[in-house]
Protein backbone atom coordinates (compact mmCIF):
# COMPACT_ATOMS: atom_id res chain seq x y z
CA UNK A 1 0.00 0.00 0.00
CA UNK A 2 1.26 3.33 -0.98
CA UNK A 3 1.88 5.34 2.07
CA UNK A 4 0.55 8.72 0.76
CA UNK A 5 -3.61 8.94 0.78
CA UNK A 6 -4.92 12.00 0.08
CA UNK A 7 -8.44 13.42 -0.38
CA UNK A 8 -10.72 16.24 -1.81
CA UNK A 9 -13.42 16.64 0.14
CA UNK A 10 -16.33 19.35 -1.43
CA UNK A 11 -19.58 20.12 0.46
CA UNK A 12 -22.60 19.97 -1.99
CA UNK A 13 -23.73 23.36 -1.53
CA UNK A 14 -22.79 23.80 -5.09
CA UNK A 15 -21.17 23.47 -8.20
CA UNK A 16 -17.34 23.80 -8.31
CA UNK A 17 -15.63 27.18 -8.71
CA UNK A 18 -12.29 28.02 -9.41
CA UNK A 19 -11.45 28.42 -5.60
CA UNK A 20 -12.36 24.31 -5.38
CA UNK A 21 -10.93 23.95 -8.64
CA UNK A 22 -7.69 24.73 -7.27
CA UNK A 23 -8.04 22.86 -4.12
CA UNK A 24 -9.29 19.83 -5.91
CA UNK A 25 -6.32 20.34 -8.60
CA UNK A 26 -3.38 20.60 -5.61
CA UNK A 27 -4.81 17.91 -3.76
CA UNK A 28 -4.60 15.83 -6.44
CA UNK A 29 -0.72 17.14 -7.88
CA UNK A 30 0.55 16.35 -4.27
CA UNK A 31 -1.30 13.24 -4.16
CA UNK A 32 -0.06 11.91 -7.55
CA UNK A 33 3.37 13.23 -7.51
CA UNK A 34 4.16 10.93 -4.23
CA UNK A 35 2.26 7.65 -6.25
CA UNK A 36 -0.35 8.18 -3.89
CA UNK A 37 -4.21 7.95 -3.47
CA UNK A 38 -6.92 10.62 -3.90
CA UNK A 39 -10.24 9.72 -2.79
CA UNK A 40 -13.08 11.83 -2.83
CA UNK A 41 -15.60 12.13 0.09
CA UNK A 42 -18.54 14.35 -0.05
CA UNK A 43 -19.59 16.29 2.97
CA UNK A 44 -22.95 16.57 3.03
CA UNK A 45 -23.19 15.97 6.74
CA UNK A 46 -25.37 19.02 7.28
CA UNK A 47 -28.33 17.99 5.14
CA UNK A 48 -29.66 21.70 5.12
CA UNK A 49 -27.04 22.85 2.93
CA UNK A 50 -26.74 20.54 0.62
CA UNK A 51 -28.38 21.55 -2.83
CA UNK A 52 -29.99 19.23 -4.72
CA UNK A 53 -28.40 17.91 -7.57
CA UNK A 54 -24.77 19.54 -6.77
CA UNK A 55 -22.69 16.43 -6.09
CA UNK A 56 -23.29 15.47 -9.44
CA UNK A 57 -22.26 18.36 -10.84
CA UNK A 58 -19.16 18.35 -8.90
CA UNK A 59 -18.20 14.46 -9.73
CA UNK A 60 -18.83 15.47 -13.13
CA UNK A 61 -16.35 18.72 -12.85
CA UNK A 62 -13.96 16.54 -11.70
CA UNK A 63 -13.58 13.98 -14.20
CA UNK A 64 -14.18 16.49 -16.95
CA UNK A 65 -10.75 17.82 -15.33
CA UNK A 66 -9.10 15.20 -15.45
CA UNK A 67 -8.61 14.51 -11.40
CA UNK A 68 -10.05 10.90 -11.44
CA UNK A 69 -10.52 9.30 -8.07
CA UNK A 70 -9.94 6.33 -6.17
CA UNK A 71 -11.93 3.77 -4.60
CA UNK A 72 -15.66 4.54 -3.70
CA UNK A 73 -16.86 7.83 -3.05
CA UNK A 74 -17.53 8.36 0.71
CA UNK A 75 -20.68 10.09 1.70
CA UNK A 76 -20.79 11.53 5.13
CA UNK A 77 -24.52 11.58 4.73
CA UNK A 78 -25.10 7.58 5.41
CA UNK A 79 -22.41 7.54 8.13
CA UNK A 80 -24.45 8.65 10.96
CA UNK A 81 -23.58 5.54 12.99
CA UNK A 82 -20.15 6.00 12.75
CA UNK A 83 -20.26 9.57 14.22
CA UNK A 84 -22.46 8.27 16.66
CA UNK A 85 -19.97 5.56 17.86
CA UNK A 86 -17.02 7.93 18.40
CA UNK A 87 -19.08 9.83 20.67
CA UNK A 88 -19.74 7.33 22.29
CA UNK A 89 -16.20 6.90 22.89
CA UNK A 90 -15.66 10.31 24.09
CA UNK A 91 -18.09 10.22 26.25
CA UNK A 92 -17.01 6.59 27.81
CA UNK A 93 -13.56 9.14 28.00
CA UNK A 94 -15.67 11.60 30.14
CA UNK A 95 -15.03 14.11 27.13
CA UNK A 96 -18.29 14.90 26.45
CA UNK A 97 -21.48 16.84 29.03
CA UNK A 98 -25.31 17.97 27.64
CA UNK A 99 -26.11 21.24 27.33
CA UNK A 100 -29.05 22.78 28.07
CA UNK A 101 -28.45 26.37 27.06
CA UNK A 102 -31.05 28.35 25.33
CA UNK A 103 -29.50 30.58 22.30
CA UNK A 104 -31.18 33.67 24.07
CA UNK A 105 -29.06 32.43 27.41
CA UNK A 106 -25.59 32.65 25.49
CA UNK A 107 -26.39 36.10 23.98
CA UNK A 108 -26.92 37.52 27.06
CA UNK A 109 -24.51 35.80 28.32
CA UNK A 110 -22.00 37.85 26.36
CA UNK A 111 -19.60 35.34 25.61
CA UNK A 112 -16.54 36.47 24.05
CA UNK A 113 -16.14 36.15 20.63
CA UNK A 114 -13.24 33.58 19.47
CA UNK A 115 -12.18 32.49 15.27
CA UNK A 116 -14.99 29.88 16.35
CA UNK A 117 -17.42 32.33 17.09
CA UNK A 118 -18.79 31.99 20.30
CA UNK A 119 -16.97 30.93 23.31
CA UNK A 120 -18.79 28.55 25.35
CA UNK A 121 -18.74 30.18 28.94
CA UNK A 122 -19.56 26.13 30.30
CA UNK A 123 -22.77 27.12 32.26
CA UNK A 124 -23.74 23.11 31.91
CA UNK A 125 -19.94 21.80 31.70
CA UNK A 126 -20.29 20.45 35.97
CA UNK A 127 -24.17 20.46 35.88
CA UNK A 128 -24.68 16.66 35.10
CA UNK A 129 -27.24 16.76 32.94
CA UNK A 130 -28.60 13.68 31.38
CA UNK A 131 -27.90 13.19 27.11
CA UNK A 132 -31.48 13.55 25.95
CA UNK A 133 -32.48 14.16 22.46
CA UNK A 134 -32.92 17.80 22.26
CA UNK A 135 -29.98 18.63 24.13
CA UNK A 136 -26.84 19.45 22.57
CA UNK A 137 -23.09 17.61 23.18
CA UNK A 138 -20.22 19.82 23.72
CA UNK A 139 -16.99 18.74 24.06
CA UNK A 140 -14.86 19.82 27.57
CA UNK A 141 -12.22 21.49 26.84
CA UNK A 142 -9.19 22.04 29.57
CA UNK A 143 -8.90 26.08 29.73
CA UNK A 144 -5.07 25.74 29.31
CA UNK A 145 -5.21 22.76 26.12
CA UNK A 146 -3.18 24.40 23.70
CA UNK A 147 -2.71 22.31 20.23
CA UNK A 148 0.42 22.79 17.81
CA UNK A 149 1.23 21.78 15.04
CA UNK A 150 3.85 22.64 11.72
CA UNK A 151 1.71 23.12 8.56
CA UNK A 152 3.25 22.10 5.44
CA UNK A 153 3.39 25.69 3.75
CA UNK A 154 2.30 28.08 6.45
CA UNK A 155 4.39 26.89 9.27
CA UNK A 156 4.22 26.36 12.53
CA UNK A 157 1.31 27.30 14.26
CA UNK A 158 -0.37 26.87 17.56
CA UNK A 159 -3.85 27.62 19.23
CA UNK A 160 -5.18 27.57 22.65
CA UNK A 161 -8.26 25.83 22.86
CA UNK A 162 -9.30 26.78 26.13
CA UNK A 163 -9.47 30.25 25.46
CA UNK A 164 -10.34 30.65 21.55
CA UNK A 165 -12.63 27.47 20.57
CA UNK A 166 -13.88 26.71 24.14
CA UNK A 167 -16.88 23.80 25.11
CA UNK A 168 -17.72 23.51 20.93
CA UNK A 169 -20.39 21.51 20.17
CA UNK A 170 -20.64 18.06 18.26
CA UNK A 171 -23.81 17.21 17.65
CA UNK A 172 -26.23 20.26 17.96
CA UNK A 173 -29.73 19.78 20.01
CA UNK A 174 -31.24 18.74 16.76
CA UNK A 175 -28.91 15.79 16.27
CA UNK A 176 -26.68 17.15 13.50
CA UNK A 177 -23.20 16.09 13.71
CA UNK A 178 -20.44 18.91 13.63
CA UNK A 179 -18.11 19.12 10.52
CA UNK A 180 -15.13 19.02 13.02
CA UNK A 181 -16.29 15.54 14.42
CA UNK A 182 -17.05 14.18 10.95
CA UNK A 183 -13.94 15.33 9.11
CA UNK A 184 -11.82 14.00 12.19
CA UNK A 185 -13.60 10.41 11.81
CA UNK A 186 -13.63 9.88 8.09
CA UNK A 187 -10.06 11.06 7.52
CA UNK A 188 -9.35 8.37 10.46
CA UNK A 189 -11.61 5.76 8.55
CA UNK A 190 -9.88 6.77 5.10
CA UNK A 191 -6.61 6.49 6.38
CA UNK A 192 -6.01 9.59 4.99
CA UNK A 193 -1.75 10.66 5.52
CA UNK A 194 -1.86 14.21 3.93
CA UNK A 195 -4.55 16.81 4.02
CA UNK A 196 -4.38 19.49 1.25
CA UNK A 197 -6.92 22.22 1.70
CA UNK A 198 -7.75 26.20 1.55
CA UNK A 199 -6.15 28.14 4.52
CA UNK A 200 -9.93 28.72 5.33
CA UNK A 201 -9.65 25.74 7.72
CA UNK A 202 -6.17 26.14 9.35
CA UNK A 203 -7.31 27.78 12.52
CA UNK A 204 -9.74 24.83 12.42
CA UNK A 205 -6.72 22.16 12.35
CA UNK A 206 -6.11 22.34 16.43
CA UNK A 207 -9.60 21.28 17.52
CA UNK A 208 -9.15 18.55 15.07
CA UNK A 209 -5.65 17.43 15.98
CA UNK A 210 -7.44 17.42 19.48
CA UNK A 211 -10.29 15.19 18.19
CA UNK A 212 -7.80 12.77 16.55
CA UNK A 213 -5.95 12.57 19.67
CA UNK A 214 -8.46 11.78 21.98
CA UNK A 215 -10.35 9.08 19.61
CA UNK A 216 -6.90 7.38 19.16
CA UNK A 217 -6.77 8.46 15.21
CA UNK A 218 -3.18 9.26 13.94
CA UNK A 219 -2.60 12.67 12.66
CA UNK A 220 -2.15 13.47 8.97
CA UNK A 221 0.04 15.97 7.42
CA UNK A 222 -1.55 19.83 7.04
CA UNK A 223 -0.85 21.73 3.94
CA UNK A 224 -3.58 24.84 3.69
CA UNK A 225 -3.32 26.81 0.51
CA UNK A 226 -3.60 29.87 -0.06
CA UNK A 227 -7.36 31.12 -0.52
CA UNK A 228 -8.72 32.41 -3.58
CA UNK A 229 -10.54 35.69 -3.10
CA UNK A 230 -12.49 38.66 -5.61
CA UNK A 231 -11.42 41.99 -5.96
CA UNK A 232 -12.93 42.58 -2.73
CA UNK A 233 -10.76 40.40 -0.58
CA UNK A 234 -13.68 37.69 0.11
CA UNK A 235 -13.06 34.56 -0.47
CA UNK A 236 -14.25 32.84 -3.30
CA UNK A 237 -16.90 30.57 -2.24
CA UNK A 238 -20.58 28.66 -2.94
CA UNK A 239 -21.65 31.35 -0.16
CA UNK A 240 -20.94 34.56 -1.95
CA UNK A 241 -21.99 32.63 -5.61
CA UNK A 242 -18.75 32.87 -6.84
CA UNK A 243 -19.33 31.86 -10.74
CA UNK A 244 -18.84 27.84 -11.30
CA UNK A 245 -16.31 26.86 -13.34
CA UNK A 246 -16.63 27.40 -17.33
CA UNK A 247 -18.24 24.41 -19.16
CA UNK A 248 -16.46 22.47 -22.33
CA UNK A 249 -12.72 22.51 -22.58
CA UNK A 250 -10.84 21.95 -19.39
CA UNK A 251 -7.52 23.17 -20.41
CA UNK A 252 -7.88 27.44 -19.84
CA UNK A 253 -8.98 26.46 -15.93
CA UNK A 254 -6.31 24.31 -15.64
CA UNK A 255 -3.42 26.31 -16.56
CA UNK A 256 -5.09 29.45 -14.79
CA UNK A 257 -5.16 26.73 -11.26
CA UNK A 258 -1.81 26.12 -11.98
CA UNK A 259 -0.58 29.74 -12.97
CA UNK A 260 -2.59 30.67 -9.19
CA UNK A 261 -0.55 27.60 -7.49
CA UNK A 262 2.83 29.32 -8.83
CA UNK A 263 3.57 25.85 -10.82
CA UNK A 264 5.14 26.04 -14.03
CA UNK A 265 3.00 26.68 -17.38
CA UNK A 266 2.78 23.51 -19.42
CA UNK A 267 3.35 24.06 -23.61
CA UNK A 268 -0.34 25.05 -25.38
CA UNK A 269 -1.74 22.41 -27.19
CA UNK A 270 -1.35 19.26 -25.26
CA UNK A 271 -4.77 17.06 -24.59
CA UNK A 272 -6.01 18.14 -20.82
CA UNK A 273 -4.46 14.00 -19.64
CA UNK A 274 -0.65 15.20 -21.27
CA UNK A 275 -0.92 18.57 -19.18
CA UNK A 276 -2.07 16.97 -15.65
CA UNK A 277 1.10 14.28 -16.35
CA UNK A 278 3.38 17.18 -16.89
CA UNK A 279 1.85 19.29 -13.79
CA UNK A 280 2.43 16.08 -11.95
CA UNK A 281 5.93 15.52 -12.85
CA UNK A 282 6.62 19.29 -12.55
CA UNK A 283 4.52 19.32 -9.23
CA UNK A 284 6.31 21.82 -6.30
CA UNK A 285 5.06 22.61 -3.07
CA UNK A 286 7.86 24.83 -2.57
CA UNK A 287 6.48 27.38 -5.30
CA UNK A 288 3.48 27.51 -3.69
CA UNK A 289 2.50 30.91 -2.48
CA UNK A 290 2.14 31.07 1.49
CA UNK A 291 -0.13 33.68 2.14
CA UNK A 292 -3.30 32.81 3.58
CA UNK A 293 -5.00 34.66 1.03
CA UNK A 294 -4.60 35.79 -2.44
CA UNK A 295 -6.42 38.11 -5.61
CA UNK A 296 -6.68 36.61 -8.74
CA UNK A 297 -8.06 38.46 -11.49
CA UNK A 298 -7.96 36.22 -13.91
CA UNK A 299 -10.53 35.46 -16.88
CA UNK A 300 -12.17 32.67 -14.98
CA UNK A 301 -12.88 34.44 -11.71
CA UNK A 302 -14.01 37.30 -13.65
CA UNK A 303 -16.55 35.59 -15.84
CA UNK A 304 -20.40 36.67 -13.82
CA UNK A 305 -21.97 34.34 -12.06
CA UNK A 306 -25.74 33.27 -12.63
N1 LIG B 1 -15.95 20.31 3.16
C1 LIG B 1 -15.03 21.37 3.37
C2 LIG B 1 -15.28 22.49 2.40
O1 LIG B 1 -15.95 22.32 1.42
C3 LIG B 1 -13.58 20.91 3.23
C4 LIG B 1 -13.15 20.10 4.39
C5 LIG B 1 -11.73 19.60 4.39
O2 LIG B 1 -11.06 19.61 3.33
O3 LIG B 1 -11.28 19.18 5.44
O4 LIG B 1 -14.81 23.59 2.58
ZN1 LIG C 1 -25.42 24.77 28.54
Redesign the pocket.
Known amino acids: MSPYTG ?5 P ?1 GPLHFG ?1 LV ?1 ALA ?1 WLDARAAGGRWLL ?1 I ?1 DVDGPRTVAGAEALILADLERHGLHWDGEVLRQSRRTAVYEAALAQLQAAGRLYACTCSRARLAASGAASGPAGLVYPGFCRNAGHAQAPGRALRLRIDDAMTVGFTDRLQGPQAQCLGREVGDHVLRRADGLIA ?1 ALA ?1 VVD ?1 GAQGVTH ?4 A ?2 LT ?1 TPR ?1 IFLQQQLGLPQPAYLHLPLVTDARGDKL ?1 KLTRAPPLPGGDPRPALHEALAFLGQPQPPAGLSATELLERAVRAWDCNSLPASPGRTWAGTLTLATGP
Do not use: I, K, M, N
Open positions: RFAPSSSTSREYVDVVRGDLSQS
